[in-house]
């Protein structure tokens, strides 16, 4: 699966964690790691909403990964949609956890979902764009863009917007840290879509504000921490 083959290529330089609430895919993933005698990924079985903001360490990640989240049921309009687990408090915890120059991405084969994902970054969830790269040679292209208002120190409204963008096109491996090696290796979900005969996908690739907290400087570490849901 990714999260093994990424595990793997990434020995003696990171640590992934692997957060999935189904036990039948802690279960694969588990088994895939031992078989594989992969020793720097850790499997935990649980609500994400309760584990990362209650026993994940502040600014202790380098990426979030969230690949595939479940869409909430669509309803009506923006604002009837059903519980789902990348709400606002959500977005909030994985900022905290997050190191300041930490990178989150996210990804969806769900247009309206994105749509809906943009929405809610862009209302106020302590991140900015990433600004990937775009064109043919990136395989990646902006569909859309969200706009929000950026707040000085003392609170006040400054009157240049901030663009936080969705792009359709290959994940951002150039902020991800993943490896060539590795980014197109197979998942569950990437056999899903595969077989559902998808064509697109969709996804935010996001780093915490500069102007929420001071940033400091990437330091070069022996091991990175990475987690993926």
């Known amino acids: 699966d990714w999260i093994v083959a990424q595990a793997k290529a990434d020995a003696d330089k990171a640590n992934w964690l692997s957060l999935e609430m189904r036990h039948d895919r802690v279960h694969a993933t588990f088994s895939r790691a031992v078989m594989e005698n992969v020793t ?12 990362v903001p209650n026993h ?17 049921q669509k309803t009506g309009g923006w604002d009837s949609q059903s519980k789902h687990l990348l709400s606002k408090d959500f977005f909030l915890s994985m900022k905290q956890a997050l190191k300041h120059y930490g990178t989150l991405t996210v990804i969806t084969d769900s247009l309206w ?13 302590g991140f900015q764009d990433a600004e990937l790269s775009t064109g043919f040679s990136t395989g990646r292209k902006v569909v859309e863009e969200a706009y929000q208002k950026r707040t000085n120190t003392y609170g006040e409204r400054n009157h240049v917007p901030r663009s936080i963008k969705l792009y359709e096109g290959s994940p951002c491996q150039e902020r991800s840290g993943l490896g060539e090696k590795t980014e197109m290796s197979t998942s569950y979900f990437d056999r899903l879509w595969r077989r559902e005969n998808q064509m697109k996908r969709y996804l935010l690739c996001l780093i915490p504000s500069t102007e929420s907290e001071s940033s400091s400087a990437p330091i070069k570490k022996i091991k990175n921490k990475r987690i993926t849901f």
């Open 40 to 51: 720097n990924l850790a499997i935990l079985g649980g609500d994400a909403t309760q584990i």
């Open 113 to 125: 979902y994105a749509q809906l994902l943009l929405k809610i970054v862009a209302e106020g969830t």
């Open 56 to 72: 994940i360490k502040p600014h202790s990640i380098d990426y979030i990964f969230v690949n595939y989240p479940e869409p909430p």
